[in-house]
């Protein structure tokens, strides 16, 4: 039987904390420093209650430490790996390659320590890549987005002593992820140290080799967004243990409504396959409300390259939030206008359509009469027939405010004699040992049968994670009195001997990861261009050098963010998304042969240009710097 997890993002303590509640298995989360999102830190004292709240439901907690490290801060992200270590966090998310004497040092020094995980950062396409990282001691490999359900079944087949995560739903990279340098080159603002400026989300006009204009003024690389939900089954058939769903910049309502919806998922596939699967935490969610993925940021959805390449992964129009399609409009009139369809509207809604000249305009619902509505100021671009889409639905959002979720463990209770007292026995399926607590008293007959009363106070769990599923009483332990103050110390102390049961069990000695010089040599065979261009292994300080030494390898460039590409043309962006096949001109995908000039260029709007390679046998489009 294989353990499936709903991995969540948390930007802040409540975010996390929302996700546990409604159903993730795990939580990756930022420190202050070292994130690959910088504006998504957090507080040791916030991780840590984090962790510890999640430990109560057998949930984990992982820290992104995913950015490359300076050389000056060596000694800074080497304390917060310590301190990550002394919290109990369950594992590190990492790309620098320094991590890993990094976490020697904090297992040395606390005892124990995280377990790592490859980040998307370390781009691995490839079993052979897959392979070397597991040699290396990371016991997960998170794959990169690109890739397809035969692709992950071969890595799964090749490696499968690694856990596989993949990533389900959220905004997508078009650039492979660890090797996008477009930001850094641009803005100065590097992708590797979570600061990426959004290129892709940009407008470009798109020349060919004659400087005719092809396409103008339109988001050329901004791609939809990941959603998964309708194929959890096929991925965790294929290997992948572990759905990641995107988004560490986004608020409580979106993660409770995301989680929610994914966990539904995943627990039909369990309830359905109970002898192939099983989740990876405890507890029983009770929902308050339905989730829906199209009332919440969204791009559009997309399955990307799961099932191969698909049509229709981009958004050229724009890279904002659409919302869910509510209708068309009908007619118009001074102030207000109609709107065909069966959807309901609120005062205060947000409504987008996108006007003849293709641009996205938005306006708020002042008034909602049905389906009449007045909005504060009548757009000037609105026409009858135009699709109109609703991007903030103010009365989901209201729901979505207040308490949507209950998570609970479930609890059998023993209560009995002892030679002195009494005593109550607390078990979960989960847990071998029992929880056990005692108290001294007198055994006097009750006047009356006790029953009634020791299953009324021990099952008053209150704002504790667990609910009484039965109390069983043996021994005709109700024959005698028993006051329920005595009752309520028995359930309280029964409960936290219970909670430390489960908070040792979270506990127990992390995997000792190998050391660096303990991983076979490498050859970054699986990877050609790393040969061609070193600067892709984004190599940063002294400790990730005597790694890569250590490894056979000792021309290794100095990171982009350190050194420049180095090249005439720096190659900024390697893509599955393919501007030919997108514009239909794929010839080897059936696409009709174009009339523009090769070689074709991407230019913004301050008129920097940004040349493009179609390398068909990889089926890959690159994006390159100016020479």
Known sequence: MRTLELLAPAKDLECGLAAIDHGADAVYIGAEKFGARAAAGNSLDDI???????????????????????????????????????????????QDMATLAMRKVALDEVGHAPQLHASTQCDTRTAEKARWLRDLGFTRVVLA?????????TIHREVPDV??????????????????????YCFQRSANRGECAQFCRMKFDLLDADGKVIEHDRHLLSLKDLCQIDHLEELADAGASSFKIEGRLKDA???????????????????????????????VVTYHFDPSLRKTFNRGFTTYFLKGRQPDIASFDTPKALGEYVGKVKELRRDSFNVAGTAAFANGDGLCYLTRERELEGFRVNRAVGNRLYPYKMPQGLRPGMALYRNNDVSFEKLLAGQTAERKISISMTFALTHDGFSLRICVPFLEEEAVSRVTFDHQEAKKPQGDNIIR?????????????????????????????????????????????????????????QSATAAPAMAHAWQPEYAR?????????????????????????????VAGGGDAAPLL???????????????????????WHEPLTLRLGDGRRFPLEFDCKACQMNVYGEK
Do not use: W
């Open 457 to 513: 106070q021990l099952s008053k769990l209150g704002a504790t994670p667990y609910v009484c599923a039965e109390v069983v009483i043996s021994d005709q332990a109700d024959r005698y009195f028993i006051p329920s103050s005595l009752l309520a110390d028995l359930r309280r102390e029964g409960v936290e001997a219970l909670s430390l049961l489960i908070r040792k069990a979270m506990a127990q000695p992390r995997d000792i990861a």
């Open 163 to 184: 856990e596989l995560e993949v990533f389900v739903h959220g905004a997508l990279c078009v650039s492979y992820s660890g090797v996008c340098y477009a930001s850094q």
């Open 145 to 153: 987005r690109e890739l397809s359900v035969e692709e992950i079944q």
């Open 48 to 94: 840590r209650r984090l962790t510890d709240y999640a430990h109560q439901f057998g949930a984990k907690v992982y820290v992104t430490v995913n950015t490359i490290v300076y050389e000056r801060e060596l000694a800074a992200s080497q304390q917060l790996v310590t301190d990550l270590a002394r919290i109990g966090v369950d594992a590190l998310l990492v």
């Open 253 to 283: 309502g979106y993660v409770k409504n995301v989680v929610a919806a994914y966990s539904r998922r995943l627990n039909e596939l369990v309830m359905r396959r109970p002898d192939d699967y099983q989740r990876a935490s405890y507890g």
């Open 533 to 561: 261009r070193p600067y892709l292994f984004n190599l940063s300080n002294s400790q990730a050098r005597a790694f890569y030494e250590a490894h056979g390898l000792s021309d290794v460039r100095p990171a982009f963010e």
């Open 573 to 595: 962006m390697q893509c599955r998304h393919c501007l030919r096949y997108a514009l239909g001109h794929c010839v080897r995908r059936g696409g009709s042969r174009p009339t």
